[in-house]
Nanobody
C-alpha cells in the first residue's frame, strides 16, 4: 500500500510564497506521474501541476509562471513551489500519485491534503 504525506501548507499574505512537499512511502516500484490538485470551498478538485517520471511538466493556466513543480524520483517525493500567491489560490492542496506500480499492480493514490490560505 502507498501512503502520501503532504506538508508545507499554512497562512501566507498575498504576494508571498510557500513550498509544499509530498512524500510517497510503501513498496513502490515506480510512479508514472506525481501532481498537485486543489479544491476550494464549494468547488471541484482541479489539477494544478503535474510532473512525469521523465520530468515532463504540466501547469494549469491560472498558476503558470508562478508555481514550479519538481520531483525527486529516488525518494518518491514531489514539491510545489508557489510564488506570488493570490487570495484565489486559497484551497486544500492534495498530492496525487498517478500510475503507482506496486506488488498489487497499478493504481492511483491521494494524500489527505494540506490547507493553503492566502490572506492579509
Amino acid at each position: 500500500q502507498v501512503q502520501l504525506v503532504e506538508s508545507g501548507g499554512g497562512l501566507v499574505q498575498p504576494g508571498g510564497s510557500l513550498r509544499l512537499s509530498c512524500a510517497a512511502s510503501g513498496n513502490i516500484f515506480r510512479i508514472n506521474a506525481m501532481g498537485w490538485y486543489r479544491q476550494a470551498p464549494g468547488k471541484q478538485r482541479d489539477l494544478v501541476a503535474q510532473i512525469t517520471s521523465n520530468s515532463i511538466t504540466y501547469y494549469a493556466a491560472s498558476v503558470k509562471g508562478r508555481f514550479t513543480i519538481s520531483r525527486d524520483n529516488a525518494n518518491n517525493t514531489v514539491y510545489l513551489e508557489m510564488n506570488s500567491l493570490k487570495a484565489e489560490d486559497t484551497a486544500v492542496y492534495y498530492c496525487n500519485a498517478e500510475g503507482a506500480v506496486t506488488k498489487i499492480g497499478l493504481m492511483d493514490y491521494w494524500g489527505k491534503g494540506t490547507l493553503v490560505t492566502v490572506s492579509s
